[in-house]
């Protein structure tokens, strides 16, 4: 019962992500502010919803529900929004609304069509240090993603100032040093939730395997993905990196998070593939 509560509530809250996303549409069209503010409260309605659905699971599962591929999504999908809601009530970026309805609404649906295996969960995927790295690194990569967002709408942006004729998204968007700063922002965050979510990854995998690190697919791709961003803002730092630089490479180091969380999982396998399966 309470699993056929919680696809439930998981079907109505990615309902109130796509309404969320038709009403950015809608705003990035007609500029109507009205809109834009029902939509980001659309979004964090299916947030609330989408927790107490994932509360849910986790009481009917006995566990946190990340132990397959639908699970994971659903978690990344929840962290996303959350962190969302926080950099939007923080910095008021208006248009970053958007991503974030696409990124919500596109994961979701893939929570809903994709067959929900059913799997004993693993009672060694419990205790302290296991929910410490799952929360920050998930809400690492939610905070890099919509870094990820920010350095796409500054590359938009910046095509308008340099074309002769301003362009659809010139008057749609704020300033490149805002945008710029936004995701710089963004950067920071997630940098530092995923180098702890990384230590308490290790911590936990010596006190499970009984080594901090095994040269597993995933523990190296993940520390990749962190170099990527621990050269950008040392680079940000000492070489004056920022504006389209940063912007790509927010993008590139983002891509990278994306194949660490499903690609490796999916082609390489590791200690980490069950979450995927």
Known sequence: MELQTTGTMLGFAFLLYGLSLAGYVFFLVYQKERIQKISAYLIAAGVLVHLAGTALWGAALGS???HNLVQSLSMAALAFGVMFLYVQYKYNLKMLGLFAAMILSGTMLAVLLLPDTRVVPNEILKGFWFYCHIFLVFTGDAALGLACGAGILYL?????????????FFNRLPSLDFLDFVSHACIITGFFLLTFGLVTGFVYA??????FWSW????VFSLGAWLVYAVLLHLRLYSGWRG???AVMTI???AVIIFT???VNLFLGGHHQEFTK
Do not use: H, M
């Not at 938009?156 to 659809?168: M, N």
């Not at 010596?206 to 080594?211: M, N, S």
């Open 244 to 246: 389209k630089k940063s």
């Open 261 to 263: 969380f499903l690609g």
């Open 206 to 211: 010596k006190l499970i395997w009984g080594q």
């Open 216 to 219: 597993d697919f995933k523990e």
């Open 252 to 254: 590139v180091g983002f």
């Open 64 to 66: 946190l529900p990340v």
């Open 156 to 168: 938009l942006q910046e095509k308008g100032i340099k074309a002769k004729t301003r362009g659809f």
